[in-house]
């Protein structure tokens, strides 16, 4: 019988990634929760979990992976564990990754992102970040400092084992080129906020010419799921006979690109189990990128106060040239 956990990629590193993620919550009232979500969710078939440095979730994940191997329900590499080094650690990429490793419980992960390509300025007496703002709001970044440092670090951290590959996340198409030109290797994975109200074809349609497999966050359209109202959406829910969130899986799955659920719901991962993602028609997919090509929508944008030169970003200028 068909299962969620058939859908799988290869990555340019040789490395086989589910295509079908369950991500964590970065919400302190949600972290209870996880363990017993985590649990549904492996138990089930299903072998990827999705986190970060930054979310606060990881030791709640690493107190799920310990009772599921210690019970023998699952093998470490039957598993596919990402994390994420946040921009206020862009210097200590190894102190972040250690941290996650030492809270998740594991000797290393399937995949590690640069969460975002910046540089914040600050860490407290403990040396965790802390995130001050000027009298406009804007979280002031680290002076003299490059981006691209995170990258470069972490890659010598798969070399030394801790990771098996890495991947950037929300980096445009020029963040891509100079991270590819600079160090002459290619992520393995770019993932972004992606879904019919934000198709961003040009930056898909890039990494993918690199040989970059690209990964959907917020494929509901963030808080509120509000894509689930889109008539469209509902539409071919009905035609598919599946929940419009299906829908907007297969938006991604289909076209051989991950995607990334969220809940807190233990009843909600049951679903992941009684529904298969299914298999849109061409003329279905293309309808869903018309949505963002004609109403385009970006729904998570931190107020950093400057853009990084992505689409629809409501600041109409890069950090870089805001620099210069």
Not at 16 to 25: D, E, H, R, S
Not at 272 to 293: Q, V
Not at 297 to 304: G, H, M, S, T
């Amino acid at each position: 019988m068909p299962s969620n956990a058939d859908f799988k990629v290869t990555l340019n590193d040789g490395n086989v990634m589910p295509q079908f993620i369950l991500g964590t919550p970065d919400s302190p009232p949600d972290y209870e929760a996880v363990p017993d979500v985590v649990k549904a969710f492996v138990r089930l078939g299903l072998r990827a979990i999705d986190t970060a440095w930054f979310y606060g979730a990881e030791p709640y994940v690493g107190k799920a992976l310990k009772e599921l191997f210690d019970a023998g329900e699952v093998k470490r590499e039957e598993l596919f564990i990402t994390t994420k080094v946040w921009p206020a650690l862009w210097d200590r990429a190894e102190f972040s990754l250690k941290k996650s490793l030492s809270d998740l419980g594991l000797d290393y992960v399937d995949l590690v992102f640069h969460h975002w390509p910046v540089c914040f300025d600050g860490t407290d007496e403990n040396g965790l970040p802390k995130v001050p703002r000027d009298d406009k709001g804007r979280i002031p970044f680290a002076k003299d400092a490059d981006w691209l440092t995170t990258y470069k670090d972490l890659l010598k951290l798969r070399d030394a084992g801790l990771a098996k590959s890495v991947g950037v996340s929300n980096y445009t198409i020029k963040h891509i080129k100079r991270a590819i030109d600079e160090t002459g290797v290619v992520p393995a994975v770019l993932q972004v906020e992606l879904h019919p109200r934000i198709p961003q074809l040009d930056l898909v349609k890039y990494a993918e010419s690199q040989g970059i497999k690209v990964e959907a966050y917020s494929p509901l359209g963030h808080n509120g799921a509000p894509l689930l109202k889109e008539p469209l959406i509902q539409k071919l829910a009905e035609k598919y006979n599946v929940e419009p969130a299906f829908i907007l899986y297969a938006y991604h799955v289909n076209r051989g690109r991950i995607v990334i659920t969220k809940t807190t719901k233990v009843e909600r991962v049951k679903t992941f189990g009684e529904t298969i993602i299914p298999t849109l028609s061409s003329e279905d997919l293309d309808a869903l990128d018309d949505l963002g090509i004609k109403n385009p929508k970006r729904f998570v944008q931190n107020d950093w106060g400057v853009g990084l030169g992505f689409e629809h970003w409501k600041e109409k200028f890069s950090w870089e040239e805001d620099q210069n």
